[in-house]
């Protein structure tokens, strides 16, 4: 809802797949601590989604919109049915399925591990979630803060955990 006219701010367009992502991973993690009874941390989910909606230009995608209101709806159910009525359904929320989260997109794609020298972070680097040592090691060795630690030197040892982190021993 637009803050200023209050009219709707919701559009047909695709989101784009950083929200998408979000989106599916908020539905997880919402569901799963509605389940345990942890409401605190369900809101605080949602509103960590609210966040990364708020900074989307334009906007907000109906795939995205709808199922937030959702996972609102036994929270706050008063503020839900309102949103649910504006986003054009005459049924009650109350009556609609929660969300369901899309396993495939739960999984990250990349992931960012520390790079030790000596056993200390010295940076850290972005790269494919399945990247084996080897991967590592050369994104490790070629990051300039790296390549600055070592000045032209071999390490004397590479140590790479797959998924965890790269320690170079110098």
Do not use: C
Not at 133 to 157: F, V
């Amino acid at each position: 809802v637009d803050e200023d006219s209050g009219e709707l701010a919701v559009s047909e367009d695709p989101a784009p797949e950083h929200l998408v992502r979000a989106l599916h991973q908020t539905v997880d993690a919402v569901g799963t601590d509605m389940d345990a009874l942890r409401f605190n941390t369900a809101i605080a989910k949602i509103t960590e989604l609210n966040n990364e909606v708020t900074k989307h230009d334009g906007p907000t995608p109906r795939e995205i919109a709808e199922p937030l209101v959702l996972m609102l709806g036994p929270l706050v159910p008063h503020i839900a049915e309102e949103l649910w009525a504006k986003l054009g359904h005459d049924e009650t929320v109350v009556y609609q399925q929660f969300p369901k989260a899309d396993p495939n997109l739960l999984v990250a794609d990349t992931i960012e591990i520390p790079v030790q020298v000596n056993g200390k972070v010295r940076a850290r680097i972005k790269i494919a979630a399945e990247a084996d040592k080897e991967t590592m090691s050369a994104a490790a060795l070629s990051h300039p803060t790296i390549a600055a630690q070592l000045d032209g030197a071999e390490p004397k040892k590479v140590v790479a955990v797959p998924g965890k982190l790269v320690n170079l021993v110098i």
